[in-house]
Each structure stands twice: as C-alpha cells, then as structure tokens.
C-alpha cells in the first residue's frame, strides 16, 4: 500500500461543514444586486473557487465593477453565519492527532488569507498545519499553483503527498501537479460527478476519509 509523507486538505466542505452556509451566501449576494439568482447546484459547484472564478461562472454577464459590490454582499452573507460553522464531527481531533504523529499538514483552498486566518485563529488550528495556501495568494483551482508552491516549501516530491477535497476543482489540482487525490463525497460535488474526474479514491464519509489516511500515512 502506498503512504505518504504529506497530506493537504481542502477547506470548504471538506474539513468545515460550510456548503450550505457559502450556497447561502452566493444566494444572498445575487439578489441583494438584481443578479439572477442561481440554483444551490449551481452555487454548490462553484465552491473551491476564487471568489472571482466563482461568479463569472455564476453570472457571465456581471460587469468588472460590479465585482467589487458582490463580493462585499457576499462577505457580509458569510460572516453572519460565522458562529454556525463547525468543522465535520471528528475533523479536529483527527488533524491533531495526525500532526502528532509526524505527518506533514497543509491546505489549498479557495478561501481569501484572510478568511482561512480567521477560521484558524478561531479553530485554534493554525499550528497543526505547517503551511496553507489561498486563491488570492496563487492562480486558483484547478490550476496547480497552491500545491505547487505547498511541495516546494515541504521540500517534498508530488508522490509523497495527497489531496484531499470534495470538489472536481481540487481532483483536478492534484492531477495537473502529479498529486495523488482523494476525493469525499460528504461536501458540494456528488459521488457521480467526483467520479468523472478520476481521482486516486472516492469515499462517501468522514470516517471512511479518515480511515483512509491514517492506512496510507
């Protein structure tokens, strides 16, 4: 069985139960500016994106200088759900106990610096990870820039490491950066639609997540 010396997570649906609260806040943000309004399959596909990458997708036609408007309404939306968000049952002491047993931590995620600093400040997380990478600090998924970057300051080679996330952005990621990729299903993209990206493996729940890693780390 392969092993590896690294694992980086995703953040968003696949460590914080927060699909909901992000669909919500997509929602919220396009009707408080007339945008049309997506469906939460829609706005559940997007997730794992820059906020920019996000809307253009959501709303081709939205002019540049309305960009600036919704990602503040969209800010604003998720803030207010701030208290309600939890990491999934389990996440937490799983990470610890991970990082107590020597494995490398990192995270790729499409949350701003500031937005996965607040998280982990609030988590008491942040020393668990030895570093952690955001789409306004590289070209965001699918391209393969935040692993990338995440190797080259682990001093690691792509076969030592895996990704793990619940979106075909992060599968793809991986892919393009020859990572190994494990993909959950518990997040915003579907079992089915996980599949067509051929990740490394596919589970359907945190513990089968979970049980994974620690057989391969």
């Given at each position: 069985m392969k092993t590896?010396?690294?694992?980086?997570?995703?953040?968003?649906?696949?460590?914080?139960?927060?699909?909901?609260?992000?669909v919500a806040s997509l929602q919220g943000a396009c009707a408080d500016l007339g945008l049309p309004l997506p469906s939460a399959e829609e706005a559940s596909w997007v997730i794992g994106l820059s906020i920019e990458s996000a809307l253009y997708r959501l709303v081709p036609t939205l002019?540049?200088?309305q960009m600036g408007a919704f990602a503040d309404r969209y800010r604003e939306h998720f803030l207010s759900q701030d208290r309600?968000?939890?990491l999934f049952p389990g996440q937490e002491a799983f990470l610890r106990g991970l990082s107590l047993r020597g494995v490398i931590l990192g995270v790729a995620t499409g949350k701003s610096r500031r937005g996965l600093d607040r998280a982990l400040d609030a988590l008491t997380l942040r020393e668990v990870f030895h570093a952690t990478r955001c789409a306004d600090e590289a070209a965001g998924k699918p391209d393969p820039a935040m692993l990338e970057q995440l190797l080259l300051e682990f001093g690691l080679e792509p076969f030592e490491a895996v990704m793990v996330g619940d979106t075909t952005?992060?599968?793809?990621?991986?892919?393009?950066?020859?990572v190994d990729s494990l993909a959950v299903s518990y997040g915003a993209h579907s079992r089915q639609e996980l599949g067509t990206a051929e990740p490394t493996a596919l589970?359907?729940?945190v513990g089968d997540m979970q049980a994974w890693l620690l057989a391969r780390t």
């Amino acid at each position: 069985m392969k092993t590896y010396r690294a694992v980086i997570f995703d953040w968003d649906g696949t460590l914080m139960d927060s699909t909901r609260h992000i669909v919500a806040s997509l929602q919220g943000a396009c009707a408080d500016l007339g945008l049309p309004l997506p469906s939460a399959e829609e706005a559940s596909w997007v997730i794992g994106l820059s906020i920019e990458s996000a809307l253009y997708r959501l709303v081709p036609t939205l002019a540049p200088e309305q960009m600036g408007a919704f990602a503040d309404r969209y800010r604003e939306h998720f803030l207010s759900q701030d208290r309600e968000q939890r990491l999934f049952p389990g996440q937490e002491a799983f990470l610890r106990g991970l990082s107590l047993r020597g494995v490398i931590l990192g995270v790729a995620t499409g949350k701003s610096r500031r937005g996965l600093d607040r998280a982990l400040d609030a988590l008491t997380l942040r020393e668990v990870f030895h570093a952690t990478r955001c789409a306004d600090e590289a070209a965001g998924k699918p391209d393969p820039a935040m692993l990338e970057q995440l190797l080259l300051e682990f001093g690691l080679e792509p076969f030592e490491a895996v990704m793990v996330g619940d979106t075909t952005h992060d599968v793809l990621m991986a892919r393009h950066a020859g990572v190994d990729s494990l993909a959950v299903s518990y997040g915003a993209h579907s079992r089915q639609e996980l599949g067509t990206a051929e990740p490394t493996a596919l589970v359907s729940s945190v513990g089968d997540m979970q049980a994974w890693l620690l057989a391969r780390t």
